[in-house]
């Protein structure tokens, strides 16, 4: 099992991020949610996932702004589950909670209970971390199913353009990572 524990950076003189990413992590991870995320404490957020690869995206998409602090526990989760997160038990949310604690000091925002996990997450998460606006905008299209010829229509930019910004931010680097990564994930979680 996976267990995202998040913490909002700033909260107390920013805007309420909360709802936003609840709502994200709901839309994100679907049907792998074993129970529905939940604010466990002022700025911090818990979520029980069932599936390496929905787990990953859930915590590339918090620290992609750069606004949360994110620690991924695997491990075990206490049956029968409880009707609230807040009240679920097990290793995974020991390790959550070290790993986001973890992830408050680390430059990349994030921490996995998994040591090799962690180098490779936290790869990725460089690698996301130099992309540019453009390469964000790219991204963003191409994530919702556009073709770099559509990307380039929507953006009023040539073909070659677009494979330039795809470059450039890693785009297809990332893609290839992903699977690989959630494979690394899931191994750990055995």
Known sequence: MFVITADQHGSRTGEDLVPDALEDITRLAGSALLLPPERTAGDEIQALIDDAGAALT?????TRGGQWSVGIGIGEVEDPLPRDVRAARGSAFIAARD???????AP??????????EALVRLLVELRDRRTDEGWEAYDLLARGLTQREAAGELG?????????????GIRAEEAA?????????????
């Open 108 to 117: 990349t925002r994030i921490a996995v209970s998994d040591p090799d996990a």
């Open 99 to 105: 790993a986001v604690d973890a992830a408050k000091k």
């Open 58 to 62: 859930v915590a590339l998409t918090l």
């Open 157 to 169: 930019i040539s073909e070659g353009a677009v494979s330039r910004r795809v470059s450039a931010a």
């Open 178 to 190: 992903l699977p690989a990564l959630a494979k690394v994930l899931e191994h750990a979680s055995v």
